[in-house]
């Protein structure tokens, strides 16, 4: 299994362009998240879904969108970055809203 | 809602010596509790969870960490650090799910003197 994979891992963009972060996972999960990562903070929620054609917001939504079309895939689009969306993007999956295994991050520059 | 503290954002100790990373939460549900590791520049990993049986909970590469209720507490031990240990460690708190999801700490630096 690959787990969960993540791409890209490095990614420059500018104000006001677009991009979608993908995340697969092969391990059949339901729970799927997306978390942001700060320097010198703890991650925060995004979105998150408990399968698909299922999503929600979590803790910090603004500025993003989501999807899940299939039980493998969730990806992340910014409609139009800004400077504040600088930061690592995480996703993860499980089987148990409570079990989360982590891909290995997104490290997105907007400049 | 619940919450987290770390209480110490770096700790430094001695190859072979103890490592203690301090933990407190607060929840309104009897909560479900996480230590992640984060080595540089990579995801993160489960190092051990409790999920409301034995209160000593055993994880990887020799860590513990005790559940205190009286205290609110879920400190992270290991008797004898390891140079390959240094990293950041998270301690994470479980709601009932949806929106509350995983709450994580800021997170505590652990490096490691030769």
């Known amino acids: 299994n690959a787990g969960v994979t993540q791409t890209p891992k490095f990614r420059i963009l500018k104000i006001g362009q677009s991009m979608t972060l993908q995340c697969a996972q092969d391990m059949n999960h339901n729970y799927m998240y997306w978390y942001r990562q700060d320097p010198g903070m703890g991650l925060k929620l995004i979105y998150y879904?408990?399968?698909?054609?299922?999503?929600d917001k979590g803790e910090v939504p603004n500025g993003y969108n989501v999807s899940r079309s299939t039980t493998e895939d969730f990806p992340l689009r910014l409609e139009l970055a800004a400077p504040s969306q600088t930061s690592v993007y995480f996703c993860a999956s499980g089987p148990l809203q409570e079990t989360q295994y982590f891909g290995p991050g997104t490290r997105l520059l907007v400049l | 809602a619940q919450s987290v503290t770390q209480l110490d954002s770096h700790v430094s100790v001695s190859e072979g010596t103890p490592v203690l990373l301090r933990c407190n939460y607060s929840s309104s549900y009897s909560p479900s509790l996480f230590w992640y590791v984060q080595h540089p520049n990579k995801g993160l990993q489960l190092l051990l969870k409790?999920?409301?049986?034995?209160?000593l909970v055993k994880g990887i590469n020799g860590f513990e960490a005790e559940f205190k209720k009286s205290e609110t507490s879920f400190h992270l031990t290991k008797p004898s650090a390891h140079m390959s240990d240094a990293a950041e460690y998270f301690c994470v708190v479980s709601g009932r799910g949806g929106a509350d999801g995983l709450t994580f700490g800021k997170g505590t630096h652990l490096i490691i003197q030769p």
């Open positions: 409790y999920t409301s049986a034995a209160t």
């Open positions: 879904s408990v399968g698909a054609g299922i999503t």
